[in-house]
């Protein structure tokens, strides 16, 4: 059953980095990597593959596969959900130089900013609860903090666009990774 699940896991986290670099052509749009691009590049392939040697020289429990795998399966959905939201916004890719010239507050913008970041840290915290290992913590915590990055950086440009006071009202209704939780 070990195994099996290994694969599962190994199979669904590569289809879904798959997925993400899929919308870096298909759905974003790409005029050339920039560096802070690059670096969120290389830290997930780093850390896909540390994750994958740890998946398969370790044991782990069957229930942090899983666990780990519906975490990830969420994640998916949410990605998806945000494709589906703002395929006809195209969105700048992460740390695009330019501007934004939209605002999505439909769909899991409603909820949160930053949709398609929120699905990239839930996905790292799923594969890092599949691999029960201490060690998933550091780098699912610098991914997390490199998408913080990103997301403040996105948040600067809109205050200098038109948007900003939109943004700003948008910014009190919604959370940055997750839901505001005010009633």
Do not use: C, N
Not at 5 to 15: E, G, H, M, N, Q
Not at 26 to 34: D, I, W, Y
Not at 82 to 96: C, E, G, H, M
């Amino acid at each position: 059953m070990e195994p099996v699940l290994d694969l599962l896991v190994s199979i669904f986290s590569i289809a879904t980095i798959g997925q993400y670099v899929w919308s870096m052509r298909a759905h974003f749009q790409l005029q050339a990597m920039s560096p802070g691009a690059m670096t969120i590049s290389a830290a997930v392939i780093a850390t896909a593959l540390f994750f994958l040697a740890i998946l398969w020289i370790q044991s782990q429990p069957v229930s942090a596969k899983l666990t780990g795998l519906a975490v990830e399966l969420a994640s998916s959905a949410l990605f998806w959900w945000a494709i589906v939201t703002s395929r006809k916004a195209r969105l700048r890719f992460i740390f695009a130089p330019d501007d934004p010239h939209s605002l999505l507050t439909d769909g899991p913008y409603g909820y949160v900013r930053h949709p398609f970041y929120t699905s990239y840290i839930i996905f790292w915290i799923g594969w890092g609860i599949a691999t029960w290992s201490i060690w998933a913590v550091v780098p699912v915590a610098g991914i997390a903090i490199l998408y913080v990055f990103a997301a403040l950086d996105e948040e600067k440009k809109f205050s200098r666009t038109p948007l900003a006071d939109s943004y700003k009202a948008y910014r009190g209704r919604a959370g940055l990774f997750w839901p505001r939780l005010g009633w």
